[in-house]
């Protein structure tokens, strides 16, 4: 019945009895930061209370100096700055903040996204030579540009200056750029390396702010720059980057303005994603980033920009419901693509001796195939390469497991790539068609030597043992003081032992999903497992079961349940 492994946290009683009788907190939250590696008083304080003079001075960031005096004389020129973005919700969110910073103090600034299908990711030549035609001087990318070495020549051949704002990992040469901004180069001390594209693009703006202020422009009449961390916690909580450090302050101070909702775009978007009341970052993992993304993987980035830029609630509205829509194609074409994914892996893979997964074919989209890769790894715990072929060449996405780091594997038979970039669990790869064979059987090998078998085998962490009759809204208020949750920072996990449910119901157009009741009337739900409980006498079977416990909000009615992750009979 169980169908994962089951790894609970050892716990540290020394460090949680220390946090919780000098900061007053219950043991199960001391128990749960110590979990999370928050082991001393100063790392505690700093991660519960999450104020923003704590931020990193941007000017440690390698190059920053020169990117701010480029972008001030730019300013001073009354010159024509392209934000050149990307089409992910990170590259989107990263070009609308800064847009409308520079448009706030007063640059002449445009944006530019590639299109997916077309142009793919990243610096273009064709698109630097229009954009310079244009009138273009200066062009600042986000998200994107990092090892965009030849693209950046091409601009400095047409008297274009290039600013890179970047996150992803650097090659061995930078771009000839002004300034590359990229926390991850070797010679960069900026502190944390887990920013975001637009985590790095808003420390730009803080850089450019704070020489404004120092030149004697009046603090007036400068970016509130507070309001545009909405824009950064959407972006960095959809690229997974870890909610820690810096991060994890820039994103609470963040959904604390999403909650506001100012923008009239994003006040339409939570209207038509069902987004009310607590606003978490699970809604905008869930809920918002997925309307946000479905435009760029359409190939219609621009519509998620300019959601975010409008200052017209009809416009926003009307966005807003496209991208609804545009949402609701992605997910049948997913769906599709997923089962055929699925039945491809099946045929192609030998579950028993292969430890990934790298298969692609004609007619599958793109800018859906990071999905497609991200459920086969989550199915069946292995990493996985999905490559869409549209005539001699195919671009794919991966996606990895812990410990396994995917770039750094793609660098090792990069002479059978075009071209590839990413992260560690992440990245993406254009492909000759002719070469893709060997590419995917050295690949395999590369993966049988180098992946161990405790990393594939799926585990679920769990962080202790809570008695479910004590999960009451004072629990949960606790529970809220460790948000945003995400990578770095995951949302607790709990296991309960010899549960005896009182009844269950089965839920769905299918009837995949289960809703089960404790006897104190306690809810507990269990997506796409129906079929556990369907030979069971459930009020007569003691059950181990592993779940978070959450707020769930309908119709503007709140009430507490359980989410089930994994189950077993008890012994």
């Not at 594209?197 to 009046?218: D, H, I, N, P, T």
């Not at 009341?277 to 869930?286: H, P, V, Y």
């Not at 181990?544 to 416990?549: E, R």
Request: glycine share 10%; proline share 5%; hydrophobic share 40%.
């Amino acid at each position: 019945m169980r169908e994962k492994l089951w790894a609970i946290a050892p716990g540290d009683t020394e460090v949680e009895k220390n946090l919780s009788d000098t900061l007053g907190l219950s043991p199960i939250i001391a128990r749960l930061l110590a979990n999370r590696g928050v082991d001393d008083l100063q790392k505690a304080r700093l991660f519960l209370d999450t104020p923003l003079a704590a931020l990193e001075d941007p000017m440690k960031m390698a190059g920053m100096d020169k990117a701010v005096s480029r972008v001030i004389e730019s300013l001073d020129r009354g010159e024509k700055i392209m934000v050149y973005g990307d089409y992910d919700v990170d590259g989107v969110t990263a070009t609308a903040l800064l847009y409308l910073f520079l448009n706030e103090i007063g640059a002449h600034a445009g944006y530019y996204i590639p299109e997916r299908g077309k142009e793919g990711y990243g610096l273009n030549s064709a698109a630097i030579t229009s954009l310079a035609e244009a009138g273009a001087k200066l062009i600042i990318t986000v998200d994107n540009g990092i090892n965009a070495v030849e693209a950046v020549d091409h601009a400095n051949g047409l008297g274009v200056d290039v600013i890179i704002t970047d996150h992803h990992l650097p090659g061995p040469i930078l771009p000839g750029a002004v300034a590359a901004l990229n926390p991850n180069r070797e010679d960069c001390p900026y502190p944390c390396k887990g920013l975001s594209g637009v985590g790095v693009a808003f420390k730009l703006c803080m850089a450019v702010r704070s020489q404004l202020r120092q030149r004697g422009v009046e603090v007036d009449t400068l970016p509130n720059l507070k309001r545009y961390l909405d824009l950064v916690a959407i972006g960095s909580v959809a690229d997974c980057s870890p909610l820690v450090g810096e991060n994890r302050l820039l994103t609470r101070h963040g959904i604390s303005e999403l909650r506001a909702a100012t923008r009239p775009g994003l006040t339409a978007l939570k209207q038509v994603a069902g987004v009310n009341g607590g606003l978490t970052s699970r809604d905008i993992a869930f809920a918002l980033a997925p309307r946000l993304n479905a435009a760029g993987r359409l190939g219609k980035a621009d519509m998620g920009v300019d959601l975010l830029i409008t200052g017209n609630s009809g416009e926003g509205a009307r966005i807003a419901h496209k991208l609804d829509e545009e949402n609701r194609k992605r997910q049948d074409i997913q769906k599709k693509m997923l089962d055929e994914a699925i039945r491809k892996a099946g045929q192609e893979i030998d579950f028993t001796q292969e430890k990934a997964i790298v298969i692609g074919a004609d007619g599958w989209n793109p800018g859906v195939a990071g999905l497609v890769a991200s459920k086969l790894t989550e199915t069946f715990g292995l990493p996985t390469l999905v490559a869409c072929f549209n005539g001699e060449q195919g671009v794919g996405s991966a996606r990895s497991v812990a410990g396994f780091d995917v770039t750094a594997a793609l660098s090792k038979v990069s002479g059978r790539l075009v071209k590839f970039g990413g992260h560690k669990l992440a990245a993406g790869f254009t492909v000759n068609r002719d070469g893709f064979e060997v590419f995917r059987r050295e690949f395999l090998c590369l993966a049988r030597n180098e992946i161990e078998p405790s990393q594939i085998k799926p585990t679920i962490k769990i962080d202790c043992e809570v008695n479910p009759g004590g999960i009451d809204r004072e629990f949960l208020r606790q529970l809220e003081t460790l948000e945003p949750y995400g990578e770095g920072n995951p949302q607790p996990v709990f296991i309960s032992r010899g549960v005896r449910f009182t009844e269950v119901c089965y839920m769905g157009r299918d009837e995949s999903h289960a809703r089960l009741t404790l006897p104190g009337g306690l809810q507990a739900l269990a997506f796409s497992k129906a079929e556990k409980f369907r030979g069971l006498d459930v009020p007569k079977t003691p059950l181990d079961i592993v779940y978070v416990a959450e707020v769930s909000t309908w119709r503007d009615m709140e009430r507490i349940q359980l989410r089930l992750l994994d189950m077993d009979i008890s012994v």
